[in-house]
């Protein structure tokens, strides 16, 4: 999964990659597990976890879908606004960190509950329509609905969400169309993306003022066989959802275990809302990189400052362009990191603070680490970005690390976010 640059926010990163051979720094902390199945060794029973907190998974995706790995995915409960015996809870939903909002494939929402979300229209009464493209050339189209998104304990009301592909307005697609539709659980690898980024909004005030954002569309006619550019004020944008949980919502902690081996079956961490709100949630040592208002801090590698540096669960692998690691020679693994034995870099990363936190990290061959069949986990996973000024810290960034989440312009312990800690 690979970021594509949006004009105030970033967002997800959605790449597929080809499965040769395969079937279908910081401490982890309590209720995480590993399951290395190089290793033979069972896991224990994961303790229970806190109200403010959800098990994610690593694992091989929805059924009847291939080529998932290193994909981070969680439960989701989608309600009828205000009404809590019309819901459904959505299993292997793809946790981004790099982008904001929820997004569901209208395929997968049950016909009485999909029925009844009530979907957000402009003043000419024509639906508002979200569309969302990334950088492995595939995109998301569908209407905006609201709904009550309900993460275990934790409740946000009445938000904007994405239904991707929508079957009744699918023929006006092509203005929001970056190359191949997300149209499908087979398509995306997940029932939907929920986006969990360091922001409150998935545009901002860049689609509040300028009808030509890229984001929001609203339908020409009732038929909406085209569509037209719309200025969206935030409170129609899709939100993240921890922003607005009644409580523990001035950020959030991505706590994964460690993987020691190549590969692994999979795996199970946390995702913990809030920052210093409650006992599962506080930081007691580390290094605080505060990032510029689009999130980004900067990486430095082989004598480069890339200055546009975000960490993200959304990526399957640890991309940067390098000039010391081959690339796969493969068309099916264009773009991935082939190295004749894993090579150890070690980077810097800087936050927007000053402070710094060297990091060290190891890219493998991807053709070797995808023929290991039945593993889903991939700590070396890697490949190019091509950009010169981009670092993506992938999913293999978080394995044994506990990466704290500071939201913008939420106050708490580290300081006001944007922000990360680890």
Not at 7 to 15: E, I, K, Q, V
Not at 40 to 52: D, E, F, S, V
Not at 94 to 109: C, E, H, K, N, W
Request: glycine content about 12%; charged content about 10%.
């Amino acid at each position: 999964m690979r970021t594509l640059k949006a004009p105030s926010r970033l967002a997800a990163l959605l790449l597929t990659v080809v499965l040769l051979g395969a079937a279908g720094c910081g401490g982890s902390g309590t209720g995480t597990t590993a399951t290395p199945s190089l290793s033979g060794a069972t896991a224990p029973p994961a303790a229970p976890l806190a109200t403010n907190a959800i098990a994610v998974t690593v694992d091989a995706g929805p059924a009847a879908t291939a080529s998932n790995v290193n994909r981070l995915y969680a439960d989701v409960t989608i309600c009828e606004v205000g009404n809590a015996t019309n819901c459904q809870t959505i299993d292997h939903v793809l946790v981004d960190t790099g982008s904001t909002g929820v997004r569901i494939l209208a395929s997968v929402i049950s016909p009485t509950l999909n029925l009844n979300l009530s979907r957000a229209t402009q003043s000419n009464g024509l639906p508002l329509l979200n569309c969302a493209q990334f950088a492995d050339g595939s995109f998301a189209w569908g209407p905006v609905a609201r709904a009550d998104v309900r993460l275990s304990a934790k409740l946000a009301t009445n938000i904007p969400i994405q239904i991707i592909a929508d079957a009744a307005l699918r023929n006006s697609e092509s203005e929001c169309s970056f190359g191949r539709s997300i149209s499908s659980v087979a398509s995306l690898g997940a029932k939907g993306i929920i986006g969990l980024g360091l922001s409150k909004e998935d545009c901002g005030v860049g689609c509040a003022f300028n009808a030509n954002n890229g984001f929001y569309y609203s339908c020409t006619s009732a038929a909406c066989a085209s569509v037209v550019g719309v200025a969206v004020g935030a409170n129609q944008q899709l939100k993240n959802p921890v922003s607005l949980f009644a409580t523990d919502n001035n950020g959030f902690v991505v706590d994964l275990p460690a993987v020691t081996v190549a590969a692994a079956s999979g795996l199970t961490g946390s995702l913990i809302f809030g920052i210093g709100t409650q006992a599962n949630n506080q930081f007691v040592t580390g290094t605080i990189l505060t990032t510029n208002s689009l999130g980004y801090f900067t990486t430095l590698i082989e004598g480069r400052s890339l200055r546009s540096s975000f960490a993200d669960t959304g990526s399957n692998g640890i991309y940067f362009d390098s000039s010391k690691v081959p690339l796969c020679a493969d068309v099916d693994l264009t773009g991935f990191y082939c190295p004749t034995v894993p090579v150890a870099l070690t980077a810097t990363i800087v936050g927007a603070n000053g402070l710094r936190l060297p990091v060290s990290f190891s890219i493998g061959n991807a053709s070797e680490l995808l023929r290991m069949a039945g593993n889903t986990v991939f700590p070396t996973l890697g490949g190019d970005i091509g950009d010169s000024r981009i670092f993506d810290w992938g999913l293999p960034f978080f394995y044994g690390r506990r990466i704290y989440h500071g939201i913008e312009g939420e106050t708490s312990v580290l300081g006001t976010g944007p922000l990360y800690a680890l």
